[in-house]
C-alpha cells in the first residue's frame, strides 16, 4: 500500500475533485442540481465562503479521494462530496480525509460540524461514527439521496 497524505485544493485539482465524486454518486444514486453547481466552481461555492477542499493523494502524485468542508455559518460546517476511488477504498484515505476536515473546521473556530449522507453506505456510516459522528433528527436536507443526518459538537 503506498503512502498517503492531503494536500489542499487548487484549481488544477477541479477535474479530480469532479471525477471522484461524480463516480460516487453514479455508483450509488444520480447527480442533483446542487452537486453540478460546486463541481461547475469548487473555489466560488466551496472555498471563497470559508469551506475548504481536502484531496488525498498516494506517493505517484494521484489524487485518489476528497472531501469538503463547507461553511454554513461563522461556527457551522458541513462535511461533504467525501468520495475514494474504488479501487483504493479501504487504504485509510477516507479517515484521513474525515480527520483533516474536523482538524480544520475545528482551527477555524467551528462549534459543530454536520453531514448528510445515506444508511445504505455502510462502511462511511461506521466511518462517521469513529470519527465521532452522531446521528440527529434529519430535518431539511439539502439532497434527495439523503436519510440521516449526523453532527458533532464542540464545546466553545
Same mark, same amino acid.
Given at each position: 500500500?503506498?503512502?498517503?497524505?492531503?494536500?489542499?485544493?487548487?484549481?488544477?485539482?477541479?477535474?479530480?475533485?469532479?471525477?471522484?465524486?461524480?463516480?460516487?454518486?453514479?455508483?450509488?444514486?444520480?447527480?442533483?442540481?446542487?452537486?453540478?453547481?460546486?463541481? *461547475?466552481?469548487?473555489? $466560488?461555492?466551496?472555498?471563497?465562503? !470559508?469551506?475548504?477542499?481536502?484531496?488525498?493523494?498516494? #506517493? @505517484? +502524485?494521484?489524487?485518489?479521494?476528497?472531501?469538503?468542508?463547507?461553511?454554513?455559518?461563522?461556527?457551522?460546517?458541513?462535511?461533504?462530496?467525501?468520495?475514494?476511488?474504488?479501487? *483504493?477504498?479501504?487504504? $485509510?484515505?477516507?479517515?484521513?480525509? !474525515?480527520?483533516?476536515?474536523?482538524?480544520?473546521?475545528? #482551527? @477555524? +473556530?467551528?462549534?459543530?460540524?454536520?453531514?448528510?449522507?445515506?444508511?445504505?453506505?455502510?462502511?462511511?456510516?461506521?466511518?462517521?461514527?469513529?470519527?465521532?459522528?452522531?446521528?440527529?433528527?434529519?430535518?431539511?436536507?439539502?439532497?434527495?439521496?439523503?436519510?440521516?443526518?449526523?453532527?458533532?459538537?464542540?464545546?466553545?
Amino acid at each position: 500500500m503506498s503512502e498517503l497524505h492531503i494536500e489542499l485544493y487548487t484549481p488544477g485539482y477541479q477535474a479530480d475533485f469532479v471525477r471522484l465524486n461524480t463516480e460516487w454518486i453514479r455508483t450509488w444514486f444520480r447527480p442533483e442540481a446542487s452537486d453540478r453547481e460546486v463541481f *461547475s466552481d469548487p473555489e $466560488g461555492k466551496i472555498i471563497k465562503p !470559508g469551506g475548504q477542499i481536502f484531496l488525498a493523494v498516494d #506517493e @505517484q +502524485g494521484t489524487c485518489i479521494g476528497c472531501c469538503a468542508l463547507i461553511r454554513h455559518e461563522a461556527a457551522t460546517f458541513e462535511l461533504a462530496k467525501m468520495a475514494v476511488a474504488p479501487e *483504493s477504498q479501504g487504504s $485509510g484515505a477516507g479517515r484521513l480525509l !474525515g480527520e483533516a476536515a474536523l482538524t480544520y473546521a475545528y #482551527e @477555524q +473556530g467551528a462549534a459543530k460540524v454536520f453531514l448528510e449522507g445515506n444508511t445504505r453506505l455502510e462502511a462511511s456510516i461506521r466511518l462517521y461514527r469513529k470519527l465521532g459522528f452522531t446521528e440527529v433528527p434529519l430535518g431539511e436536507v439539502v439532497y434527495e439521496r439523503c436519510n440521516i443526518k449526523m453532527e458533532i459538537n464542540w464545546k466553545r
